[in-house]
């Protein structure tokens, strides 16, 4: 089934109202939905109170003109689920098809258990130096459904290979892999990979690399 990533950029006086929509997002209909916050890059320090992003499953095209009003940057990420697992809230939202080539974006979404919260934290910033110099990254940034302890990445990619060599052959994202079956850090966890079947609007709002690392 379909799924679209919404992202919006706010002017700063306008934050309030988009906290406001926020509350009111129970109110969209959709087979799944969920409406996040975001970082600048994948620390929690650098927490953007400007952008924000709604990931949504549908049988229908979708849309929210209350965020395009408040929006001055906006884009859509049109995406086909290619694997997916791990669940969401309880729920596996992303019924998985045929892999195809192309661009892909990879999404991880993480519920921390609050007493592993701080080993955690400790254990990624080698994994971000080495996604920050990634070759093939095009975008990438932290979502989250609460400051603390509900983290994950949006990252897009020129192709699946790739995606595939930083998450499986860079030493440091490999080195985590390992030690999350023993720390336990995670409540509830979920990858998934999708094919990009287009993008519409103002890609910076994606905090887009023009070529991608190289």
Known sequence: MPVTLHVWRVPRHRIP???????????????????????????????????YVAVTVSDEPVSYPAWDRLATERAVVDLDPLHSRGSWSGKQPFATGPKTGGMTLALTRARLRPTRALRFWRAIPPVIRELDQAPGLLAGFG????????????????????????????????????????????????????????????????????????
Do not use: C, M
């Not at 995670?186 to 023009?210: H, K, M, N, P, Q």
């Open 17 to 51: 109202a988009a906290w406001l929509q926020l509350a009111l997002a129970r109110r969209h209909r959709a087979r799944f939905i969920k409406f996040l916050g975001t970082s600048n890059g994948f620390e929690l320090k650098n927490a953007d109170l400007t952008r």
């Open 143 to 214: 979502i989250g459904e609460a400051p603390i302890g509900w983290q994950g990445t949006v990252s897009v990619w020129r192709d699946a290979a790739d995606l595939t060599r930083f998450a499986y052959r860079q030493p440091e994202h490999r080195a985590v892999i390992a030690r999350t079956p023993a720390d336990r850090w995670y409540a509830e966890e979920l990858f998934a990979r999708f094919a990009v079947r287009g993008i519409t609007g103002d890609r910076s709002v994606l905090g887009w690399l023009e070529e991608g690392q190289t």
